[in-house]
Each structure stands twice: as structure tokens, then as C-alpha cells.
């Protein structure tokens, strides 16, 4: 089935260093999703991006929807300890009532 | 606007008891409807989702159970629990939340950490 490989699965960073994460997958997607999950909260969605080559931003948060359609990249700008989480990338299953997910990337951040 | 409400936020149960678990949608008909279970912080898991009324997909053999009595009541269930059946349990629904044409993302509940003892 489809499945969606995320790296790195965790990070250790200094608070104001860029930070770079990305989502593969074996099979092509129409959509990507970008969450965050706060410690102990549900995951909420950051961006979502629709066309192959599309760079979307939200604040210091940039993603990009891979040419071939088959992965995508978060970028987060200038870290601050509040971006602390867990960033799941998810695309649409081939009924698009589904979500397929990533495992996830753990991002610490030392202020 | 629409919001979802998600109860309680933390239960501990003992081995064998059963299991109720309630979500709640508001300001919209006809969602479709999610269960998550998350275990250890990392890796979401599908066990049920719902397109309507009666309307049940299980994703994974298992102890649980769900059910769509109202349009926007989801319900997870257990008859006896067992130790694995802990983990942090999302519930999600289906919203127009887009930055532009296509697909639409999920609005999750805030989740229920389910400790079973």
C-alpha cells in the first residue's frame, strides 16, 4: 500500500537555526499536508499544497510540493522554542476520504 | 464557524472494563468522521472513519469498536479493554480548511489520553 517516508524522525536545534524536513513517498500524490502537533494536543494543519512545484508559505514556515509529485519539504525559518512538536506530513488516499502519514519529525528546540 | 469537541481528555481504566469515547462536530452536516490512535507520541493510526449516519469503515482488526448514531456524534467503543488499548485517541472530521482548490484537511479534536491499568 502507499506509505509515506519522513526524515529526518528527529531534530535537536538551536532556537533561531533554519530548519529543513522532508516526505517521500513510492506512489505519486495529488495533494500534500503539512501538521503540527503540540505535546498532548491534536495534530493542526499547517499548509496544504495542491499543484506539483507549488512553494506555499505560512509565516517562517515554507513547504513545497515535490515536480515528480512524489515528496514534498517544510522549511522553518529562525526556530523559536514554541515550534517545538511533532511535524506530520499526510496526503490523500486513492478515495480521498483517507489520509496516509507520515511517522513524523520530532523537533526540539534549545532556546 | 465549526468546532469539534472531543471527551474526556484523560482516562484511566482497568484491565477487562468497557469503553466509551465521544466526539462532536458543530457548524457543519454531514462531516466525515475519523478515530486516530496515537501511540508513544508518534505515528497516527486509523481505526475507524464514517461518511454518514450507521455508517462505519474499520481500518484495523481490533479490540474497538465505533458508531454514527447522529450526524455529527462519533462514538468508540470497547467491551473490555486490554493493556494495549492505551494510547492517546484523536478524533477528526473532514473540513474546508484550503488555501485553495482540491482536497481538504482534517480538523482534529484535542484527544483523549486512555491509560488502561
Known amino acids: 500500500g502507499q506509505q509515506l517516508n519522513q526524515s529526518p524522525q528527529s531534530m535537536f536545534i538551536q532556537e533561531g537555526e533554519d530548519v529543513s524536513m522532508n516526505c517521500t513517498s513510492s506512489s505519486i500524490f495529488n495533494t500534500w499536508l503539512w501538521y503540527k502537533q503540540d505535546p498532548g494536543e491534536g495534530p493542526v494543519l499547517l499548509i496544504a499544497l495542491y499543484k506539483a512545484g507549488e512553494l506555499t508559505s505560512n509565516g517562517r514556515l515554507t513547504a513545497q510540493f515535490g515536480i515528480t509529485r512524489k515528496d514534498s519539504f517544510l522549511n522553518i525559518s529562525a526556530s523559536i522554542p514554541s515550534d517545538v512538536g511533532i511535524y506530520f506530513c499526510a496526503g490523500p488516499a486513492g478515495n480521498n476520504r483517507k489520509l496516509i502519514w507520515g511517522l513524523g519529525t520530532s523537533l526540539a528546540v534549545n532556546p | 464557524s465549526q468546532t469539534i469537541h472531543q471527551w474526556p481528555a484523560t482516562l484511566v481504566q482497568p484491565v477487562g472494563s468497557p469503553l466509551s469515547l465521544e466526539c462532536t462536530v458543530e457548524g457543519t452536516s454531514n462531516p466525515n468522521l475519523y478515530w486516530y490512535r496515537q501511540a508513544a507520541g508518534r505515528g497516527l493510526q486509523l481505526l475507524f472513519y464514517?461518511?454518514?449516519?450507521g455508517q462505519i469503515s474499520s481500518e484495523v482488526p481490533q479490540n474497538l469498536s465505533a458508531s454514527r448514531p447522529q450526524d455529527r456524534q462519533f462514538i468508540l467503543s470497547s467491551k473490555k479493554l486490554l493493556l494495549s488499548d492505551s494510547g492517546f485517541y484523536l478524533c477528526?472530521?473532514?473540513?474546508?480548511?484550503?488555501w485553495g482548490e482540491g482536497f481538504y484537511g482534517y480538523t482534529f479534536g484535542s484527544g483523549t489520553r486512555l491509560t488502561v491499568v
Open positions: 464514517s461518511v454518514g449516519i
Open positions: 477528526a472530521w473532514r473540513g474546508d480548511l484550503t
